[in-house]
């Protein structure tokens, strides 16, 4: 069983810039695809996007296409989400979250283990 923990969450303008971090403890990410999920208060939790941890493969939520990226360390058994060109919108708890399976879907379904959170908030 994998457990996973989020930082690098903050206040930001809008413009700017932050990078997510995603660290497993337990176990590796070795077989998982890891996706990146948000929730906005008062509304549902909205797929960011994922990567497949043995490829890197990458899928990505229209609204953030071109302006996130996701990506791993092998080494450090963490994964990233670079935010950049960031918007008001963007503003949520961000978290992420591990499924146990090499495929990319944006359904929290699919998704085994969550972390517990970091907040972003975008100032306009």
């Known amino acids: 069983q994998v457990q996973l923990v989020e930082s690098g969450g903050g206040l930001v303008q809008a413009g700017g810039s932050l990078r997510l971090s995603c660290a497993a403890s337990?176990?590796?990410?070795?077989?998982?695809?890891v996706g990146w999920f948000r929730q906005a208060p008062g509304k549902e939790r909205d797929f960011v996007a994922s990567?497949?941890?043995?490829?890197?493969?990458?899928y990505y939520a229209d609204s953030v296409e071109g302006r996130f990226t996701v990506s791993r360390d092998t080494a450090k058994n963490t994964i990233y989400l670079q935010m950049n060109n960031l918007k008001p919108e963007d503003t949520a708890v961000y978290y992420c979250?591990?499924?146990?399976?090499?495929?990319?879907?944006?359904?929290?379904?699919?998704?085994?283990?969550w972390g517990q959170g970091t907040q972003v908030t975008v100032s306009s």
């Open positions: 979250a591990a499924d146990f399976a090499e495929r990319l879907t944006r359904s929290s379904y699919h998704y085994d283990y």
């Open positions: 990567i497949i941890w043995s490829v890197g493969g990458t």
């Open positions: 337990g176990s590796t990410f070795s077989g998982y695809t």
